[in-house]
């Protein structure tokens, strides 16, 4: 098999043992009387419902998995509804739970369909008694989907700011803690709202290290953060305060903080993550036959191009030394984006994978031999790479081979953010489609020692 291809398999083995739907369906039981995770009880009240509601890039397919595990139950047990704000391209049909296109396809912001589907979430939840258990499916992308700003301030506002910090390179905790304090429901504010016995919130977590208060923005975590922490993040990327006056009137003079008013029961379960995705990658290439060395990064990594020139570097060390021959990580590295009249279309894993190519062009000890025997694939595991249509992208041999029959400006690519297009052109780019899930980004290195 072609190393392409095999790096292809690797990848996609990493995908699929994070597809939301098998998560859910393998991670819940329930019974006459109660509801199973992670082989924990949970009662099921007599006279109560379960209302099932949620956000996120994997909210289709989740539920799905959970209507899968639920049609087990008994013909006249406890009813089962529920709203899920989703992204366009994701629609499908599920027993029981209204799916809410919140935001087109590859528009990873906040819309006024999605504040109006959140609207919808939270009166839902108020309207539920102690009798009901109230099930929260959260997976990436929730953030976008789920979107309720405080009083005085604007969708708008809040999309300038938000694009402010994601232009400038901010990192998902960055983002993340900002958002939580100009929101209704995010920081915990859905299970403030929550009127439910009990509240259980699955998660497919697209943040490293799995810290609850970040992915989605924690809708049902208690909030750790302040907004004096929002406001020195602001401060690093908005340093003239030329964002909306709104936005620093609300973090100035915030709200007076209110005690929590979680359900009486509230508990979270992480049902997939980067690692998850990381190790059924590596299981796969032993069993093609690689010897193969994983990481999962815990944090944020940094700029996107520096992890790809580290992973050309790794490769090259790779092909000429014995070893792994395989290198599987996984990550979310950053991106500064170049002023919006230069830039070109991309995302942080097609730039990772344009940055690798420099690196391995400008190496002057390294051949063109040498080149060919190595692949670096970067994608993104939820099949969207910022605003574009692919994944990722793949670097090997026959990529070379197409850049050096084309008159293709590499640098000017890299520095416009202009990567889509340069892969285009040479036909690698990764292109996936909707994944239904989310849990960051998955890279494969491949080398072949024989000559």
């Given at each position: 098999m072609p190393l392409r291809q095999q790096a292809l398999q690797i990848w996609h083995a990493g995908v699929d043992s994070v597809?939301?739907?098998?998560?859910?369906?393998?991670?819940?039981?329930?019974?006459?009387?109660?509801?199973?995770?992670?082989?924990?009880?949970?009662?099921?009240?007599?006279?109560?419902?379960?209302?099932?509601?949620?956000?996120?890039?994997?909210?289709?397919?989740?539920?799905?998995?959970?209507?899968?595990?639920?049609?087990?139950?008994?013909?006249?047990?406890?009813?089962?509804?529920?709203?899920?704000?989703?992204?366009?391209?994701?629609?499908?049909?599920?027993?029981?739970?209204?799916?809410?296109?919140?935001?087109?396809?590859?528009?990873?912001?906040?819309?006024?369909?999605?504040?109006?589907?959140?609207?919808?979430?939270?009166?839902?939840?108020?309207?539920?008694?102690?009798?009901?258990?109230?099930?929260?499916?959260?997976?990436?992308?929730?953030?976008?989907?789920?979107?309720?700003?405080?009083?005085?301030?604007?969708?708008?506002?809040?999309?300038?700011?938000?694009?402010?910090?994601?232009?400038?390179?901010?990192?998902?905790?960055?983002l993340n803690t900002v958002r939580k304090h100009l929101s209704r429901v995010k920081g915990g504010g859905l299970a403030n709202a929550c009127r439910a016995g009990q509240l259980l919130t699955l998660v497919i977590s697209d943040v490293l290290g799995d810290p609850l208060d970040l992915i989605a923005s924690g809708p049902t975590i208690h909030d750790p953060s302040t907004s004096e922490d929002a406001l020195r993040i602001l401060k690093h990327y908005d340093a003239e305060r030329s964002l909306p006056a709104s936005i620093y009137s609300a973090l100035?003079?915030?709200?007076?903080?209110?005690?929590?008013?979680?359900?009486?029961?509230?508990?979270?379960?992480?049902?997939?993550?980067?690692?998850?995705?990381?190790?059924?990658?590596?299981?796969?290439?032993?069993?093609?036959?690689?010897?193969?060395?994983?990481?999962?990064?815990?944090?944020?990594?940094?700029?996107?191009?520096?992890?790809?020139?580290?992973?050309?570097d790794m490769a090259v060390n790779m092909l000429r030394n014995e070893g792994p021959n395989c290198l599987i990580t996984g990550g979310e590295p950053t991106v500064e984006l170049a002023p919006a009249e230069q830039r070109g279309r991309g995302g942080r894993n097609q730039q990772l994978v344009l940055a690798a190519m420099q690196r391995l062009r400008d190496r002057g000890d390294v051949s063109d031999a040498e080149r060919q025997r190595i692949v670096i694939l970067s994608g993104g595991t939820d099949g969207e790479d910022g605003p574009t249509d692919a994944a990722g992208a793949l670097l090997d041999g026959r990529t070379w081979q197409a850049f050096a029959e084309q008159s293709?400006?590499?640098?000017?690519?890299?520095?416009?953010?202009?990567?889509?297009?340069?892969?285009?052109?040479?036909?690698?780019?990764?292109?996936?489609?909707?994944?239904?899930?989310?849990?960051?980004?998955?890279?494969v290195v491949l080398v072949n020692r024989q000559r």
């Open positions: 597809r939301a739907d098998q998560l859910l369906a393998e991670g819940l039981t329930f019974g006459d009387k109660e509801v199973l995770i992670e082989e924990e009880a949970f009662p099921l009240r007599s006279g109560g419902r379960i209302e099932v509601v949620g956000a996120g890039k994997a909210g289709a397919s989740m539920a799905a998995g959970l209507v899968t595990a639920y049609s087990q139950f008994p013909r006249d047990a406890i009813p089962l509804t529920g709203w899920i704000n989703i992204p366009e391209g994701t629609e499908r049909e599920v027993a029981g739970i209204h799916l809410h296109v919140g935001r087109p396809a590859g528009v990873n912001e906040p819309t006024e369909a999605a504040i109006a589907g959140t609207q919808a979430i939270l009166q839902r939840v108020a309207n539920l008694s102690r009798q009901d258990t109230c099930i929260a499916l959260i997976s990436g992308g929730g953030s976008a989907l789920l979107a309720a700003p405080i009083d005085g301030v604007s969708l708008e506002d809040k999309l300038q700011t938000i694009r402010r910090l994601s232009g400038g390179g901010a990192n998902i905790e960055q100035e003079h915030p709200r007076p903080t209110q005690v929590d008013r979680f359900p009486p029961v509230t508990r979270t379960f992480v049902l997939g993550n980067n690692a998850t995705a990381v190790d059924e990658a590596g299981v796969v290439a032993e069993q093609l036959g690689f010897q193969h060395a994983m990481q999962c990064a815990r944090r944020s990594e940094g700029a996107a191009e520096e992890i790809g020139r580290h992973l050309a293709l400006d590499l640098d000017d690519a890299l520095a416009r953010n202009d990567a889509y297009s340069f892969f285009h052109k040479l036909d690698a780019l990764l292109i996936t489609g909707p994944t239904h899930t989310n849990v960051c980004d998955l890279r």
